[in-house]
């Protein structure tokens, strides 16, 4: 079993059981001097990523995942054409983490995810304004484009 650190999509529940049914969720928590942001080429494909960033901090979920959940989770994330992979430490153990390259321009996502990503915060009571401020981060006029 390997640790798995979700900000993203894979937070909600429900997608991670559909897409790592033996996932076991750990705990939520916040991760310290790291920043969510949304990045991308275009608005069409731009989603949420993490960097490290003094003063901020980034709301996760704490996954135990099998070899065939990060082989699923490989495939959904477009691993390593569109995101790469990294390790954080996390409550003084090692988690997998994925991220989008830095060099990637800061672009706001389509709705329709950042509703998702809203609705998984307020299931586990995360702070909400944390989702807000990486989306005023993000370059608005890119919607125009």
């Not at 999509?9 to 991670?16: G, K, P, S, Y």
């Not at 672009?107 to 509703?115: E, F, I, L, S």
């Given at each position: ?58 709301p ?10 990060e ?26 983490y ?48």
């Amino acid at each position: 079993m390997k640790k798995y650190l979700a900000y993203g999509a894979n937070l909600d529940v429900e997608t991670m059981a559909r897409r790592c049914p033996q996932a076991k969720l750990l705990w939520t928590g916040y991760l310290d001097g790291w920043r969510l942001m949304f990045k991308g080429e275009h608005v069409t494909n731009s989603y949420a990523t993490i960097e490290k960033w003094e003063g901020f901090k980034v709301p996760y979920a704490l996954w135990s995942i099998t070899e065939s959940d990060e082989k699923s989770l490989d495939r959904f994330e477009g691993y390593p054409k569109h995101y790469l992979k990294g390790m954080v430490e996390v409550e003084g153990s090692q988690a997998m983490y994925y991220f989008k390259p830095p060099d990637l321009p800061t672009r706001p996502p389509v709705m329709h995810y950042y509703w998702a990503l809203e609705k998984a915060y307020e299931y586990h009571g995360l702070d909400k304004t944390i989702l807000e401020a990486a989306m005023e981060f993000s370059d608005f006029k890119a919607w125009e484009r």
